[in-house]
């Protein structure tokens, strides 16, 4: 079990698998808050874009369910990349949290828009990630 963990663990990049959560969360942040607009007749609060956030939460959790279920179905030393797209769709979620509350931060505080923004980056994207055994615990 520990070899498939370091397997997908090694072969796979958080920022590769967000690509896709990244560039839907954008537009459907901009579409969401125009729709509201036009029926306010006025620009709504910034906080009314943090309701897209319960589509990443829905997204991650179904991809963390997929990644485990297949985790455990998957055969001692031999490749199974049904976990890896289990871990695909958790990211995807995980980005549309991500960037809707960004968005949201810097819309709300405008002043410390930058300051909060390089604070998120310097975050490691990669701290919930199972570490790999040791090297020797591989060979052996």
Known sequence: MHDLIFVVHANTNPGHRAIIGEQCAGPLSDFWMKRKTRQLGRAPRPEHRLWLSYIGSVTAIIGLIVFFCQLSNATPM???VT???GAAIASFGNQIITTIC????SCSYTLFA???SADLGQMPSTAIQPSPP???ATLA
């Open 78 to 80: 031999q490749w199974n």
């Open 83 to 85: 976990p890896i797209i």
């Open 102 to 105: 960004v968005t949201c931060m």
């Open 114 to 116: 930058v300051d909060a």
């Open 134 to 136: 040791p090297l020797e």
